[in-house]
């Protein structure tokens, strides 16, 4: 199986900072993975899919990028709504695995 | 739009099973795959598998082979996860999600199912 090393698993932030995450995969997958928020009881929502493209209705400040193992998701300017966990998966191949998930919260 | 409408939360005794369900609408059901995926706080996401719904044709992640079941009623747009043999390590909440040219871009909104004497 891939496994997904998602790092940071916890992040303190402030409204208006850039927010960084990473996931790095333990082979190549080449561009094929998502990102996705998911607020406290509620289900996943894709907000990145095939490393760097928005899903439709997503805002702008989200994006994505990397290729082949390291992977960068980033929120350009942090906004109250988006403190959630973020967490990464990989396409590639079966099993589809996960990262274990980055939770943001507010200083 | 499209939506997938999981079944209740389950409450369940170890040694038992239950079936699950994930209605979807919205979409052409055959055309896109449906995947399972277990949730706790300790291990994070798992993904379980996931069948085909146009064939049936099922495919499982090796930790899940015996414990999982998936099928698929066309007719009524519905996949089913039946688990088995429960024990208090299948306590968690389960999603599907339908794959297709994108991946896992619509999840139900999950099922807890809780094991306990």
């Known amino acids: 199986d891939i496994q997904m090393t998602q790092s940071p698993s916890f992040l303190s932030t402030s409204v208006g900072d850039r927010v960084t995450i990473n996931c790095k995969a333990s082979q190549n997958i080449n561009r094929y993975l998502n990102w996705y928020q998911q607020r406290l009881g509620e289900a996943p929502k894709l907000l990145i899919h095939?490393?760097?493209s928005l899903q439709t209705g997503i805002p702008s400040r989200f994006s994505g990028s990397g290729s082949g193992t390291d992977f960068t998701f980033t929120i350009s300017s942090l906004q109250p709504e988006d403190v959630a966990t973020y967490f990464c998966l990989q396409h590639n191949s079966w099993p589809r695995t996960f990262g274990g998930g980055t939770k943001l919260e507010l200083k | 739009q499209v939506q997938l409408q999981q079944s209740g939360g389950e409450l369940a005794k170890p040694g038992s099973s239950v079936k699950i369900s994930c209605k979807a609408s919205g979409y052409t059901f055959s055309n896109y795959y449906i995947s399972w995926i277990k949730q706790t706080t300790g291990q994070g996401l798992e993904y379980t598998g996931y069948i085909n719904t146009g064939s049936g044709g099922t495919n499982y992640n090796e930790k899940f082979k015996g414990k999982a079941t998936l099928t698929v009623d066309k007719s009524s747009s519905t996949a089913f996860m039946q688990l088995s043999s429960l024990t208090p390590d299948d306590s968690a909440v389960y999603y599907c999600?339908?794959?297709?040219?994108?991946?896992?871009?619509?999840w139900g909104q999950g099922v807890m199912v809780t094991v306990s004497s």
């Open positions: 999600a339908r794959e297709g040219a994108i991946s896992f871009d619509y």
């Open positions: 095939n490393a760097n």
